[in-house]
C-alpha cells in the first residue's frame, strides 16, 4: 500500500491538531488524583560496566529459585507491561525486569537506538546479579530482545517465553507503509498527542477490567516517562528487524503465547514464531492490550508457560 502525499499530508495534520487539543486540554484539565503505583518487587538502579545504568526490578527469592527476566514491548515500560505478573511469578522465581533503552526509567544514550544493545544490556544485567541462566519473557518488543540475548548470549539464557510478538514487521507492504510514518509519530508526540493517545488505551482497558481503574493515574504518569525521541528511534529498530534466517536455529525450550484478536502484530505472524521456536502455543483471547485489559487472565497464562518451559528446562521452581 503506498503513502501518497495526500495521505501523509492528513496524517500530519490530525497529529497536529491532537497535539495543540492536548495542549489545550492540559490548561483546562482538573487535578488529577496522584499517580501511586501498585506493589512491586524492589526496584534500584544497576550501573553497568562501559554501558551506563538500568533501572531494574529484583523480587529476589530462595537461594536456588529459577530465575525469570521480563523484557517488555514498545512503548512501555516493564512495569506497565508485567504489573500483573510480578506476584504471580515471585512466589516460585526470582523476577528480574528492567526498563529497555529509552523506555520508562532505561538508559538515555546518545547512541543510536539498537536492539542489540538491548539485549546486551540485558546480558549484563544478569551478570552483575550474578544470574547464570534466566527464562527469558519477551513481550511484543520484548521478544526480537529475547530472541537476540538468545542468540549472542546463548549461555545466559534457560528458556524463551515469546508473547505477542513476530519474527519480523516488514514483510507486509501495509506494516512498511505503518513505519514510513514514523517522522508523523515524532511530530504528534512533540505536539502533546501522546497523552491523549495513551487515555483512550486506558480508558478501553478500564472498560474491559474495571479494576484497573484505580491504577489509571499511575498507569497514565508512567507512560509519559518515554519520549518522542526515543520511541521512534525504537521504532525504526523494530522496522528493521528480521529474525527469519536464524531463529530457528535457538535450541532452547520455547512458549508462545498468542493474542488472537490482536490489531498489531496479527496472530499468523505470531504462530509463524512458534513454529520456527519449536514452540508449545497458548492462546488468549485478547488485543495487543492484554496486560492491562485482561490482567488476571495474562498472569496466568504467564505463569503457565513458565511453568512449562521451565520443566522442560530441567529448572525445578520454589513452592
Given amino acids: 500500500m503506498a503513502v501518497t502525499t495526500r495521505t501523509m499530508t492528513a496524517v500530519v495534520a490530525v497529529s497536529v491538531a491532537a497535539g495543540l487539543a492536548a495542549k489545550a486540554m492540559?490548561?483546562?484539565?482538573?487535578?488529577?488524583?496522584?499517580?501511586?503505583?501498585?506493589?512491586?518487587?524492589?526496584?534500584r538502579v544497576l550501573n553497568l560496566a562501559g554501558r551506563g545504568e538500568?533501572?531494574?526490578?529484583?523480587s529476589g527469592g530462595a537461594a536456588g529459585s529459577p530465575a525469570v527476566l521480563l523484557l517488555h514491548g514498545w512503548t512501555a515500560s516493564a512495569d506497565i507491561n508485567f504489573f500483573p505478573v510480578y506476584a504471580r511469578l515471585a512466589g516460585s522465581y526470582r523476577v528480574i525486569a528492567l526498563d529497555l533503552r529509552g523506555h520508562g526509567r532505561g538508559m538515555r544514550s546518545m547512541e543510536p537506538f539498537s536492539?542489540?544493545?538491548?539485549?546486551?544490556?540485558?546480558?549484563?544485567?544478569?551478570?552483575?546479579?550474578?544470574?547464570?541462566?534466566?527464562?527469558?519473557?519477551?513481550?511484543?518488543?520484548?521478544?526480537?530482545?529475547?530472541?537476540?540475548?538468545a542468540r549472542r548470549h546463548p549461555a545466559r539464557v534457560a528458556a524463551l517465553v515469546m508473547q505477542a510478538t513476530a519474527l519480523e514487521w516488514q514483510r507486509a507492504a501495509r506494516e512498511r507503509a505503518v513505519w514510513r510514518l514514523l517522522p508523523?509519530?515524532?511530530?504528534?508526540?512533540?505536539?502533546?498527542?501522546?497523552?491523549?493517545?495513551?487515555?483512550?488505551?486506558?480508558?478501553?482497558?478500564?472498560?474491559?477490567d474495571?479494576?484497573?481503574?484505580?491504577?489509571?493515574?499511575?498507569?497514565?504518569?508512567?507512560?509519559?516517562?518515554?519520549?518522542?525521541?526515543?520511541?521512534?528511534?525504537?521504532?525504526?529498530?523494530?522496522s528493521r528487524y528480521d529474525a527469519r534466517p536464524w531463529a530457528g536455529r535457538l535450541d532452547v525450550p520455547a512458549a508462545v503465547l498468542v493474542t488472537t484478536r490482536d490489531?498489531?502484530?496479527?496472530?499468523?505472524?505470531?504462530r509463524e514464531l512458534a513454529e520456527?521456536?519449536?514452540?508449545?502455543?497458548?492462546?488468549?483471547?485478547?488485543?495487543?492490550?492484554?496486560?492491562?485489559?485482561?490482567?488476571?487472565?495474562?498472569?496466568n497464562l504467564t505463569r503457565?508457560?513458565?511453568?512449562?518451559?521451565?520443566?522442560?528446562?530441567?529448572?525445578?521452581?520454589?513452592?
Fill in 210 to 238: 474495571p479494576e484497573l481503574g484505580g491504577c489509571r493515574p499511575w498507569l497514565a504518569a508512567e507512560f509519559r516517562r518515554a519520549t518522542a525521541r526515543d520511541l521512534v528511534a525504537a521504532g525504526h529498530a523494530l
Fill in 115 to 149: 536492539l542489540e544493545d538491548c539485549a546486551d544490556d540485558a546480558a549484563a544485567v544478569l551478570d552483575q546479579l550474578g544470574i547464570g541462566r534466566a527464562i527469558v519473557v519477551g513481550y511484543s518488543m520484548g521478544g526480537p530482545v529475547g530472541l537476540l540475548l
Fill in 54 to 58: 538500568v533501572f531494574v526490578r529484583d
Fill in 26 to 43: 492540559a490548561r483546562r484539565r482538573p487535578r488529577q488524583a496522584a499517580p501511586v503505583p501498585p506493589a512491586f518487587p524492589p526496584g
Fill in 184 to 208: 508523523v509519530l515524532d511530530l504528534g508526540l512533540r505536539l502533546g498527542a501522546w497523552g491523549i493517545f495513551v487515555e483512550r488505551v486506558l480508558r478501553r482497558a478500564a472498560a474491559e
Fill in 276 to 299: 520456527a521456536l519449536r514452540a508449545s502455543v497458548l492462546e488468549i483471547d485478547a488485543d495487543h492490550d492484554v496486560p492491562l485489559a485482561r490482567g488476571g487472565e495474562y498472569a
Fill in 304 to 319: 503457565l508457560a513458565v511453568d512449562k518451559v521451565a520443566a522442560a528446562a530441567g529448572l525445578m521452581p520454589g513452592r
Fill in 263 to 270: 490489531r498489531l502484530v496479527h496472530p499468523a505472524k505470531q
